[in-house]
């Protein structure tokens, strides 16, 4: 996509060039889950990508509705379907004229939606791949997070975590350590790399 694509959507997007990474993990990182074989990836297109996670005003204004637990609009919408999330990303293309990306029938609260041909073919905005997701949260680390760190084996839930670099978690991802909700309102932690906030923690990602 050109730069303009990113920049016309109601939501602030940055511009990712093609690149290659390794995908996944190997086997002595802690979290990981059986189906994370690390794995090399090329990805041949550009694509652009959010800056931050949809909010709840965003999402209410293209569909109508908020379906998160807890209202709080500058904070990233949760309780939301793979089918809900492609009739947002439809939206938004339908709102400027662009190549709808899914087919979707319903309405309201409930959407039933399936690809309409290969992402990489849509002219108009989509929800990125696993792969692209995952090249975008690492921005360019090889690491479990993007400031370089990894857990260790002292990590415990809901205390504060200290990754194998000596930084804590608490400067980039909200987690039941550091937040009393069930959200906190997007891009208030460090970026990574590539400009991109709540990569880690905030929804589960």
Do not use: K
């Not at 492609?86 to 938004?92: E, G, H, L, S, T």
């Not at 939606?113 to 090889?142: I, K, N, Q, V």
């Amino acid at each position: 996509p050109e730069d303009r694509f990113c920049e016309q959507a109601p939501l602030e997007m940055v511009r990712l060039g093609p690149g290659d990474f390794d995908m996944g993990s190997d086997d002595g990182e802690l979290g990981r889950g059986d189906d994370e074989d690390l794995h090399h990836v090329t990805l041949r297109q550009g694509f652009c990508i959010g800056v931050y996670e949809v909010t709840q005003a965003e999402f209410e204004a293209q569909l109508g509705f908020n379906p998160s637990y807890e209202e709080c609009q500058e904070c990233p919408v949760d309780l939301v379907s793979w089918h809900d999330a492609a009739a947002f990303a439809n939206a938004v293309s339908d709102a400027l004229d662009l190549e709808l990306c899914y087919d979707c029938t319903g309405g309201g609260q409930s959407w039933e939606c399936s690809s309409s041909g290969s992402p990489y073919d849509c002219t108009g905005y989509r929800l990125p791949t696993e792969a692209e997701w995952e090249y975008a949260a690492r921005a360019g680390t090889s690491s479990a997070y993007s400031n370089g760190g990894n857990l260790t084996a002292e990590a415990e839930s809901c205390t504060e975590v200290i990754l194998d670099n000596g930084e804590s978690l608490d400067e980039f991802a909200w987690y039941c350590y550091n937040s009393p909700n069930d959200t906190e309102e997007v891009g208030q932690l460090d970026d990574n790399a590539w400009g991109l906030f709540d990569t880690s923690g905030n929804v589960l990602e």
